[in-house]
């Protein structure tokens, strides 16, 4: 795959301009805490909302859904459920509103709010600061990993290689790639604060919305030509208590990836998720990026609305994406290079 002219123009304006961004704001995110981590209180909640929706739009989590439609079908809409995807109806309903009623900076600083402020409140919020900490270098590295991927199909190592001498083994060529473009977030992130987050969240959006309607129109085009190769139940959403899809004919090696995902049971497991996302999210938010957009908001009302509104920005432009590449990849799979490190790997399947 070789990057064309207008690729590249792409890529240099979308790095060089949120570069910008953590340059230009920088100097309102050093007024005081309150403007650097919740943006002074000032960002329009639909703003909030659709910067948590960019976020929630990662290249990690898209290349994962891909894989499951491809696999499971319409089945997989259930298994976004182990994070679980309902929590936002929460955080609308009740949640948002208390959590921006205590008028605080950070997650950990709420738990004052929660607890009191006793010996185990403090406690409670050491262990929430490590947490975060904990759960910030888990996000990266989930989203590095899978930016290397992707990054690695348009940039084969072969070529960069040429001009970049290290002695690196190709397992871990996606590891390089996602730190060296991760950097740019780290950099517009640390200078800009919140501010800054969101107005590239801003751009990131409109980019991805824009190439989301462009692919399901190529991959709605392609079916119009091509018929889907699918075993039967692959397009309903409605399961008994076993998968039943039978690929052994069309893709063996998609049967080998439902064994090793251990969804044959699928009652079950659909019954586990359900159980456990009521709970985590009646529990209330982790304190990371979504809770800090939380606090970010002008009211609790506001709050209520930025939380109900993030599926609402999100999902649709999301799903129209994540269902063209997996039709495409359907149509044309003997087309795709899923080979990586001498095994398949059905990750591939966006980037190829």
């Not at 259930?78 to 008028?103: D, E, K, T």
């Not at 490590?130 to 930016?147: D, E, K, N, P, Q």
């Not at 129209?320 to 990750?347: N, Q």
């Amino acid at each position: 795959m070789k990057l064309q002219l207008i690729d590249i123009l792409i890529i240099v304006g979308y790095l060089a301009a949120i570069v910008i961004i953590g340059l230009v704001l920088r100097k309102i995110a050093q007024k005081n805490k309150n403007s650097y981590l919740l943006g002074g209180n000032k960002l329009p909640w639909y703003l909030l909302g659709l910067s948590n929706a960019s976020g929630m739009f990662d290249i990690s989590g898209t290349m994962w859904l891909v894989t499951l439609l491809f696999v499971y079908g319409l089945k997989s809409i259930w298994i976004p459920w182990l994070w679980p995807v309902f929590n936002q109806i929460f955080l609308m309903v009740y949640l948002s509103a208390w959590l921006r009623r205590s008028n605080v900076t950070t997650g950990a600083e709420w738990i004052k709010t929660r607890f009191g402020k006793g010996t185990g409140a403090q406690l409670s919020h050491n262990i929430v600061v490590v947490f975060a900490l904990i759960s910030c270098l888990g996000f990266l590295a989930y989203g590095f990993v899978g930016l290397g991927k992707f990054i690695e199909i348009f940039l084969p190592w072969e070529f960069v290689s040429q001009y970049i001498h290290l002695d690196i083994k190709p397992e871990y060529v996606p590891h390089l790639y996602g730190i060296a473009f991760t950097i740019f977030a780290i950099f517009y992130s640390i200078l800009g604060g919140m501010m800054s987050i969101v107005w590239a969240d801003l751009i990131q959006y409109i980019i991805m919305t824009i190439s989301s309607i462009i692919i399901g129109i190529i991959a709605m085009k392609a079916l119009s030509l091509h018929s889907l190769n699918v075993p039967d139940g692959w397009i309903s959403p409605f399961f008994g208590a076993k998968l039943n899809l039978d690929w052994q004919h069309i893709i063996p090696e998609v049967k080998e990836k439902i064994a090793s995902d251990g969804y044959s049971l699928f009652s079950l497991f659909f019954g586990m998720m359900l159980f456990k996302g009521i709970l985590i999210s009646a529990a209330g938010p982790a304190p990371n990026y979504d809770m800090q957009k939380i606090l970010a908001t002008k009211s609790p009302k506001e709050a209520a609305k930025m939380s109900g509104f993030v599926s609402v920005i999100l999902n649709p432009i999301r799903y129209f994406m994540i269902t063209g590449f997996a039709v495409l990849a359907l149509i044309f799979y003997d087309k795709l290079d899923l080979i990586i490190a001498g095994k398949i790997d059905f990750e591939q399947i966006l980037p190829s």
